[in-house]
């Protein structure tokens, strides 16, 4: 089900992507901006991306979910930013829980197949990951 209609040069450069900007708000106002690998789905406006408990994005979002996410295309000339608000998973505790199914999602949608799951599976439960989506309400940009 599509929830928003986006220009379709816009969401395909989204959509081809994988890497991209984070751009969320520190305590103080300002931006805090972090690369990420990322998948987006552009039927759903769905961005997610692979992230830790522990990180200042995730503190940030806690405290104030607007993101930002900005995309260049493959010629480096055009842009894409996707707005919207964020949402955390809870975080994986045990290699079969649905946070740690969401995070395979995650992976094989930028990577395709692990090596080994349950190696993956276990350091998804290790590291605190969770899930950070951004339900895009807006894109805009510029693309050649």
Not at 7 to 29: C, E, F, N, W, Y
Not at 48 to 63: D, F, G, H, M, Q
């Amino acid at each position: 089900m599509t929830t928003q209609r986006f220009d379709p040069s816009l969401s395909d450069v989204m959509a081809g992507q994988h890497l991209g900007v984070l751009a969320t708000i520190k305590r103080d106002g300002r931006p805090q901006l972090s690369v990420l690998s990322y998948t987006f789905d552009p039927d759903t406006a769905l961005l997610r991306v692979s992230t830790i408990e522990s990180l200042a994005k995730v503190a940030n979002l806690r405290r104030d979910p607007r993101a930002s996410f900005q995309v260049t295309n493959e010629k480096a000339w055009g842009y894409v930013v996707a707005e919207g608000e964020a949402e955390l998973s809870a975080v994986s505790e045990s290699p079969d829980d649905a946070t740690v199914e969401e995070l395979v999602e995650v992976y094989r949608a930028i990577q395709g197949e692990h090596p080994d799951w349950e190696d993956y599976r276990a350091v998804m439960v290790k590291d605190r990951r969770l899930v950070l989506r951004v339900r895009v309400d807006r894109l805009y940009g510029a693309v050649a």
